[in-house]
């Protein structure tokens, strides 16, 4: 139909059903980078509802959670396991500073796979994260 | 019989003459026998579980040098489809090698942008079921038909609060003509059957609603179900898609005929 979004890829409709059925926070994006779904877990992390946030390109969701390396100095989205995992095509975790859309600051831990659906066609990513102290390995 | 008594096949005729089938379920065979034309056969697989490959194997024109065959169906993420189907043909499965059939048989993965075949328009989408699955539309002269015989649209999430782009196989369903789709569970069997694929009634008529399909062919009857069972879910069908017209659910049958023009 014009104008609506286009199907998405089921890996991603499946990422987004298990994702409803997790307590972990799960944050889904699309090949593009671009920000299609987080649950209710991320929702508690994140400080704001998928609904009221909606979907966002990756300059978008980059800039309005504020991420920052453990030294608190900007993170860029080459050196986020969500960057990694989208850009290099290649699992990556690590630990952030992350300020929600509530205005908490939290230290996350960070899981970040891509979403291959054959050996060379990247449909997107999947990152689970939970908060973590620094103590945490 | 009313109902059922072959795995899934269906014979699709476009306007050119050309011949398409999909699926390649036992009812295969019968077809196989029956064909009046030496036009190119394609098989559109949805996908290789054993009730949609079975008839494969014995399928004439498999074993007539002349014959072309092109079949199509789904990669898994790592394996070609010629590989995949090559087990099913082969011991201990089957005695002879897929290697050492005599007709000239092509295997395609799908495509994932839609192609043209036999004059008339194809498109196939993963959809959800165990394993690599295929839905097929087919669109021709403005008229168009959908087929996902093996579906589970949702798991755990209500239909009803998706976007349509989030609902697996909307988008080759929607606006057709006739809809062919998976309708083996009652709605009392299907909560202890959640994740095996299948959908029940509630769902093949939401689905279908969801995607402004205007006719449901439900398919894919449960084995164990009789021809009076069958009719218990058609009439349930009916009485969710909420009004009586003509176009209302119907279930496929052996030897049912649809034209589409």
């Known amino acids: ?137 | 019989m009313r109902f059922g008594g072959n795995t899934p096949c269906v014979e699709v005729r476009t306007p050119n003459g050309g011949l398409l089938i999909l699926d390649a379920g036992t009812g295969l065979r019968q077809l196989g026998e029956q064909l009046d034309t030496d036009c190119p056969v394609h098989l559109l697989v949805t996908h290789l579980h054993l009730d949609h490959v079975e008839g494969l194997r014995f399928f004439a024109p498999f074993w007539h040098p002349e014959r072309e065959l092109h079949i199509w169906g789904p990669p898994s993420p790592v394996h070609t489809l010629e590989e995949r189907i090559t087990r099913a043909f082969s011991p201990p499965l089957f005695p002879i090698e897929i290697s050492d059939t005599p007709a000239k048989v092509t295997f395609h993965d799908v495509p994932r942008e839609p192609w043209e075949l036999e004059g008339v328009r194809i498109e196939a989408q993963t959809v959800s079921h165990p394993g690599p699955t295929l839905g097929y539309r087919i669109s021709s002269n403005g008229t168009s038909m959908a087929y996902i015989p093996d579906h589970e649209p949702v798991l755990g999430i209500e239909l009803a609060d998706l976007e349509p782009e989030w609902i697996s196989g909307h988008a080759l369903a929607e606006d057709v003509d006739v809809l062919l789709h998976d309708c083996q569970f009652s709605e009392g069997e299907y909560p202890s059957r959640v994740g095996w694929g299948h959908s029940s009634v509630a769902h093949a008529v939401a689905f279908a609603r969801r995607a402004d399909a205007r006719r449901l062919v439900m398919f894919h009857h449960d084995p164990n179900r009789s021809d009076d069972g069958v009719d218990v879910l058609v009439e349930r069908a009916q009485e969710l898609w909420g009004d009586s017209s003509e176009d209302a659910p119907v279930a496929a049958s052996e030897g049912m005929t649809l034209e589409l023009s």
């Open chain 1, 1 to 137: 139909m014009e104008g609506r979004p286009p199907q998405k890829h089921l890996a991603l409709i499946i990422a987004r059903e298990l994702a409803t059925q997790l307590a972990t926070a799960m944050f889904i994006a699309d090949a593009q980078g671009r920000l299609v779904f987080y649950n209710e877990a991320a929702e508690e992390i994140l400080g704001k509802t998928f609904a009221e946030a909606g979907t966002m390109a990756a300059e978008g969701w980059t800039s309005q959670f504020r991420l920052e390396e453990l030294d608190g100095t900007p993170m860029s989205l080459e050196r986020m396991p969500a960057g990694i995992a989208l850009m290099e095509q290649r699992p990556a975790h690590g630990k952030l500073w992350m300020t929600g859309l509530d205005g908490q600051r939290r230290l996350l831990a960070v899981t970040a796979v891509p979403l291959f659906a054959s050996e060379t066609e990247v449909v997107g990513m999947i990152a689970l994260f939970w908060q973590s102290t620094p103590d945490d390995p």
